[in-house]
């Protein structure tokens, strides 16, 4: 198991997010509360919750955008113009990097690992067009999360790993039990890593470790669901980053994260 979030950031990171809210604080009147969710299925669940307290979420699915294609997302950055301060999501597929790939090269040989390496290409060149588009939302005053699960092949990439210590990003571990992935009879634990610019959103999903559920395995056809956010997850994130939405729109309290009061 990965070592988890450090408590306390460096001062690096602390200062790029304080110069991060000054720039959102001077853009305070066209702050966007906009959210582009980069990659995400049709019926994402943090778009339907930002649909639900206003907050604008653009669903970029497959049938919107292609983000393999250049010319595609070069479009969508010159839509971030229109969307100072917008802020992005980034979920890209990570089935080609799951640890399970280790065993259906074993089991299938060096035919099958060379159709994974050519399928591998192709997604990581999602992550190098996925780049110019984070790099214009960060440029703009916005915050960036992108995620995979924590033993995706994904987080060992160079290229990854470039990007988050070039733009100040830092990683938090959490388990998908804890807001919300269930199984039959057991939660799921489905543990989870999301890499981020942001203090808030790292704080906040550092308290979503488990240490006390009996977990059932996800079976194969609960494997790709678990990929998909639950109805908990979206709202731990969405209000996480527009509270002020949060609070006008939903009215029981009682269902909010306990450290809704870090400043934003
Ligand atoms: C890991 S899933 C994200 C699921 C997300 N966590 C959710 O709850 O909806 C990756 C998403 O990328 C989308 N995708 C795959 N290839 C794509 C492409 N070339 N362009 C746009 N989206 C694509 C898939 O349709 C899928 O919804
Ligand atoms: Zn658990």
Known sequence: MPAKTKKEFEEIFL??????????????SSVSNTLFEYACDEHFAIGDVCDEIGVEGIRLSRNVIDVQDEGHVSQLITQADDHKTADAWVSLPCADFTPWQHMNVHRHGWGFQQKLDKRRKQVRKMFAQAKRFMKKILAEGGRVDFEWPENSGWWNLEEVKDFEKEHAFRRVYFDGCMI???????????????????????????????????????????????????????????????????????????TSSAVVTLRT
């Not at 308290?207 to 395995?217: G, K, L, N, T, V």
């Open 180 to 254: 919300g992935a269930h199984g039959k009879d057991c939660p799921i634990r489905k543990p989870w890593c999301v890499s981020s610019c942001d203090e808030r959103i790292l704080t906040i999903l550092a308290a979503y470790q488990c240490d006390s559920h009996q977990h059932e395995p996800a079976e194969d056809s609960q494997t790709k669901q678990t990929g998909f956010y639950t109805r908990q997850f979206a709202s731990v994130i969405v209000e996480a980053w527009y509270p002020q939405k949060w609070f006008q729109h939903v009215p029981n309290l009682s």
């Open 15 to 28: 200062q790029a997010n304080a110069e991060r809210r000054k720039y959102r604080r001077m853009y305070q």
